[in-house]
């Protein structure tokens, strides 16, 4: 991440990269006779992309999806964590529970999104609970992982201050946790926008992973690449604002990403 | 207020819980330390030392045998009582003048009153112009201090310290050794410190304990009767010094090890 503050040299080498890659999208498929229903070149993305904000109703797709990303991704997060500080300070349910969540996080979630569509119709409901689905295992494993290494001489020295469960629990354990619950959200913000395209794609008639599945019924190349860049953009927006959050809230932590 | 300290017979067997099979750390094992004594005690790696100080702080009991405080049992933790180990155990989501007041937040006592004592602690140690930065912005050396100053900053009636000085170059330690002297002279609370180094020992107890190797005995028990208690440096350039040393190296049969 350092790059973006990095020297003025390597900003120009990467817009310079970022030029070049656009030159090569928008002149060699012609040059090489593809036609546009394949891929499309970068000036028919571009568009299509107005004509899509002018009739297609891009903008509210578009924070259509945004919004259910970030819902799905805060209510994920929020059970996640809960799931994984309750299974923390319980060894025994954590031993009962722990075949059974090995199982789910290796089930492919989205492969229940058709499933959830049987049960709650076409509306919201199915894509948010996938993507609540799919951003709550990364962090449910990440928390509890952390509440198993909580280093024992801070819970003993806490222990030795007369300090209670939950005192011990707020004043230690939840402050040492910390770092790998934002690592758990970081994958989390990836991970949302896929529940949410799956969830789109396969139910429903709003927000970009419908564009993809309608652009794909046209036979609108150019409607289906801007649709994964929007997605991709809102993936990268909402992991730049997580880990702006952790670069905040963990600033005591030494970092070596300086050189 | 200073306590004092009794070990009476007392055995520690750990059971492993997966395997079944158990250790037994220390067996039969009694001594005292009096009110304000600093008592010392060396030993091979294994044998318990940190076992009987956990039993003391009361994280957990002996399989048989009694610690008692002040003459009564230790059934739990207390608040009395300070702890210090090799690692510095600071809180690094916490500033330093935040950490030296976490032993502060389970006594009832104001926000201002904590600082104010956190602060006082922090000025003894030299640390005032470090109060609000974080740990890892410190020295081994620092960090330690600012360790020491939170476990003062309870007044605790005995501080147990397990390995302290074991982490720091040897400039660093012989100053926070002379640092530790003064401050707990000054004020007169019992103390059971654990160390390897048997130089340690001599220079800053009043008396030594010797245990013996796994399960940990007493085996040699005797008075450092040498003068500068406050001025570790000193005391160390004392001739009688060295026989003391010889004493504990003896008794450790550290020669037959040389071998090995
Ligand atoms: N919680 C525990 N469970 C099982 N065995 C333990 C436990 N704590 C200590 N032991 C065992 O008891 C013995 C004594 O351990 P202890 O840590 O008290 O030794 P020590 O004298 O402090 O050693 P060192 O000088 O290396 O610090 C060791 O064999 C250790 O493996
Ligand atoms: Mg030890």
Redesign the interface.
Known sequence: MKSLQGKPTELLAILGMGVLMLAIWEFLPPALGVPKYIIPTFSDCLNELSRMFARQDMLGHTVSTLISTVIGFILGSLLGAACGYLLGMSPLAEKVLSPYILGLQIAPKVAFAPLFIIWFGYGDIPKLLVTVLIVFFPILVNVLQSMKTV?H??V??A?????NRW?IFR??EV?SS?PNLFAGLRIGATLAVIGVTVGEMVGGNTGLGFLITYGEGQANTAMVFNAIIFLTIIGIALYFAVSGVEKRVLH???RNDQH | MTSSLDLQNITKVFTDAKTGSSVTAVTDMSFSVAPGELVAVVGPSGCGKSTIL?MV???YGPTEGRVLLDGKPVTG???E?G?M?Q?D?L???R?IVQNVE??L??KKMSRADRRAKAMEELTRMQLVDFADK???HLSGGMRQRAALARTLA?EPEIILLDEPFSALDAQTKLVLQRHFARTIAETGVTCVLITHDLNEAVILADRVVVLSGRPGRVIDEFEIDLPHRTDPLKRSLEPQAGVYVKRLFDALHLEDQDAA
């Open positions: 280093d001489d801070l003993n020295l222990r030795v201050y007369s300090m005192t004043k230690i402050p910390l005591y932590l030494e | 956990n702080s009361g994280l933790t207390r608040p009582v702890f180990l690692k155990l809180l690094p989501w500033n976490f032993g937040e389970e974080y740990p890892h309870i």
